[in-house]
Nanobody, 114 residues
């Protein structure tokens, strides 16, 4: 399974970005898909998770600002990020789990700066 993340870039505080993660096979088959991020000098952390295609949960820092979704027809996972803050700056990774295996994408850099 290959996961290709895209959509990162430089954005000003308060701006928006939409990250995409294209999977090489049907995402309908995955038990869980998620977005993680890793800021410089910090551990990788969960940002948002989509379980069984319907159940979502978010890190406290993402609640109310980020939305995770997927398009089964396009085999793509999304992360809509609004009201971005400098502390959202990180490399964002998509993740997929199909028991018993887990898969990671290569990451896309999001920089929030004026």
């Amino acid at each position: 399974v290959q996961l290709q993340a895209s959509g990162g870039g430089l954005v000003q505080p308060g701006g928006s970005l939409r990250l995409s993660c294209a999977a090489s096979e049907r995402i309908f088959n995955f038990n869980t898909m998620a977005w993680y991020r890793q800021a410089p000098g910090k551990q990788r952390e969960l940002v948002a998770r989509l379980s069984s295609g319907v159940s979502t949960d978010y890190a406290d820092s993402a609640k109310g600002r980020f939305t995770i979704s997927r398009d089964n027809a396009l085999n793509t996972l999304y992360l809509q990020m609004n009201s971005l803050k400098p502390e959202d700056t990180a490399v964002y990774y998509c993740y997929a789990r199909r028991i018993p295996s887990s898969y990671w994408g290569q990451g896309t850099l999001v920089t929030v700066s004026s």
